[in-house]
T-cell receptor
């Protein structure tokens, strides 16, 4: 129930195309869904996040679509660029008693944008 | 965004030695710090959660006597890998959060045990 399932494992997209990564969860207690971008040898960085009361959130070329009934959410990267080549992780969080969020990460998607 | 640093960025040690990794929140007070472990081409796995001044909460399967966590202040947490062995070689990442806000991640520490 604590798992977040992410697909695909790897993705190759041509420059200028749309990259789409999907995630699914089971635990309805999750209430915050962030996406992280990680470059090799670096820590993950927050890209965009959504709460379940919203069905879509857009920030620049990045959009999260959220389907609460299906318990699925996805990341769309429009006009994908070679600099977007990285590993992307979806996550879901629940609040701890201490007041912080505990993140559960998906398996990751290695995205390659071909020039 | 807030900045979290880790030191060292890389460490190579001999089997049987202990290694300490520091995690600092540079421009905010972190009520909670988290330690993750990431093997090559795999996801981040939460090892433990720590709050300033209290004992860390370890995830199931993580040996608390092997991975000692100290959250001495609102800006510093340390992870000590005791009697390290080659199977402990991994990328260790910390994150810090203030109350209910988002976690900010450090740049990670690459540990190699020979």
């Amino acid at each position: 129930q604590q798992q977040v399932k992410q697909s695909p494992q790897s993705l190759i997209v041509q420059k200028g195309g749309i990259s789409i990564i999907n995630c699914a969860y089971e635990n309805t207690a999750f209430d915050y869904f962030p996406w992280y971008q990680q470059f090799p040898g670096k820590g993950p960085a927050l890209l965009i996040a959504i709460r379940p009361d919203v069905s879509e959130k857009k920030e620049g070329r990045f959009t999260i679509s959220f389907n609460k009934s299906a318990k699925q959410f996805s990341l769309h990267i429009m006009d994908s660029q070679p600099g977007d080549s990285a590993t992307y992780f979806c996550a879901a969080s629940i609040f701890l008693i201490q007041g912080a969020q505990k993140l559960v990460f998906g398996q990751g998607t290695r995205l390659t944008i071909n020039p | 965004g807030a900045v979290v640093s880790q030191h060292p960025s890389r460490v190579i040690c001999k089997s049987g030695t202990s290694v300490k990794i520091e995690c600092r929140s540079l421009d905010f007070q972190a009520t909670t710090m988290f330690w993750y472990r990431q093997f090559p081409k795999q996801s981040l796995m939460l090892m433990a959660t720590s709050n300033e001044g209290s004992k860390a909460t370890y995830e199931q399967g993580v040996e608390k006597d092997k991975f000692l966590i100290n959250h001495a202040s609102l800006t510093l947490s340390t992870l000590t890998v005791t009697s390290a062995h080659p199977e402990d070689s991994s990328f260790y990442i910390c994150s810090a959060a203030y109350r209910y806000n988002e976690q900010f991640f450090g740049p990670g520490t690459r540990l190699t045990v020979l």
